[in-house]
């Protein structure tokens, strides 16, 4: 069976493409050139299951037409991860809101055009942003669930890069789940959409050489590369580790019941104080280098919270989270490693 993976050179997708390869399926992963196509090639040693397209910006409506017109025939289940996660951007349209909407939208009118009757599941990687406007984030009286949606709207998202990204992954889910209303008799597949709260855990190849993570990984590198008397930024949300969310991009097209299902991967709250009094305990290389901050006090920041209900997840992909010191320690270890300080 052969799985299409966008994006495939991302913190969530080569875990996803490690799973898969382990799996037995062969992946064609796409990458925006030929140099991350030719890295990642190299880094999986060439297996021989393996292979890469380059698809150079999912903004362009016509993004995937080339893929599906040469391998449509033979690709059977999508996984659609890329999508910009960043916040050093300044033009929230331009660098989140289109790419997001128009990669999803590009990937599924190919599917459309190229592979209507080929292709059996496609997987969207969305996001718990596509389920609350950051406007209630510490509003702990709100619940929600797999039935929530963030309701920001195109023009009042762009006030900052959190708000403009949380309202892109939603814009693109939506995009998705209408997609399929509209196109239901032309199109074979069966659509699942992956909501992963902030995702840590170690990266599946560590880079030495590189000093700036991806997104939510960055938050705990920060961590551990801070001055004692540093200022953290205070954080809370939710966590997930890295590899319950690949484990979860393969259950959501391998079992028949998470189909039309929306899965919000989430392991519980976190806060700046947590990851700190973890990393304390936990690492006695790092005491007295990295801030302590308030010990203990991270309960009260989770308590004013917005809070999550995935029972329903749980229940339909039926296993087990990591918990979160096990995702912290193993993030904190590998950062450590690469810097040669374990
Ligand atoms: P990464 O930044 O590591 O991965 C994003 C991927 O999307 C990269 O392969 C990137 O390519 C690609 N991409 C971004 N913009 C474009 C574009 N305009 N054209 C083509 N490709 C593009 O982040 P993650 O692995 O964390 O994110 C993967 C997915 O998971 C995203 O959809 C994200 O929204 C979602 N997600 C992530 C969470 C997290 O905490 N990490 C939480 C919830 C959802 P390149 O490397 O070349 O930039």
């Known amino acids: 069976t052969t799985v299409f993976v966008s994006g495939a050179s991302g913190f969530i997708a080569l875990h996803v493409v490690n799973d898969l390869l382990n799996a037995g399926y062969k992946v064609i992963g796409s990458a925006r050139s030929q140099e991350k196509c030719d890295q990642l090639l190299a880094k999986f040693k060439n297996h021989p299951s393996l292979s890469m397209v380059i698809v150079p910006d999912i903004s362009d409506l016509n993004a995937f037409d080339d893929v599906f017109k040469k391998y449509g025939k033979e690709i059977k289940i999508v996984l659609h991860t890329a999508s910009p996660f960043r916040f050093d951007v300044n033009d929230y349209e331009k660098d989140l809101l289109i790419p997001a909407l128009n990669g999803t939208k590009s990937i599924l009118n190919a599917i459309k055009q190229y592979a209507a009757q080929t292709v059996e599941r496609v997987v969207i990687t969305s996001s718990m942003a596509a389920q609350l406007n950051t406007i209630y984030m510490n509003d702990k009286s709100i619940t929600v669930d797999e039935t929530s949606w963030n309701d920001a709207t195109w023009e009042g998202c762009q006030t ?99 189909a039309g299902e929306r899965l919000s991967l989430y392991g519980g709250m976190f806060s700046t104080q947590d990851f700190l009094d973890i990393i304390n305990e936990d690492f006695p290389q790092l005491k007295g280098k990295i801030p302590v901050g308030k010990p203990g006090t991270g309960k009260d920041v989770i308590e004013n919270s917005y809070k999550i209900n995935n029972e329903r997840t749980k229940k339909l992909l039926g296993f087990e989270f990591i918990n979160k010191r096990d995702c912290v320690d193993a993030s904190v270890q590998q950062i450590l490693e690469t810097e040669g300080k374990l």
């Not at 990204?165 to 693109?172: L, M, P, Q, R, T």
């Not at 889910?173 to 069966?190: G, H």
């Not at 590189?210 to 590369?225: D, G, Y």
Request: hydrophobic fraction near 40%; aromatic fraction near 10%; glycine fraction near 4%.
């Open 160 to 258: 900052d890069p959190v708000s403009a990204y949380c309202a892109s992954k939603g814009f693109a889910e939506k995009a998705a789940w209408d997609f399929l209303k509209e196109n239901k008799d032309q199109v074979k597949f069966k659509l699942s959409t992956v909501l992963p709260v902030y995702v840590f855990g170690p990266q599946l190849f560590p880079e030495p050489s590189k000093k700036v993570l991806n997104t939510s990984s960055e938050i705990i590198n920060q961590i551990v590369n801070a001055d004692k008397d540093t200022e953290l930024m205070q954080m809370n949300g939710g966590f997930i580790d890295v590899r319950d969310v690949a484990k979860a991009h393969l259950l959501a097209f391998q079992k028949d019941e998470c």
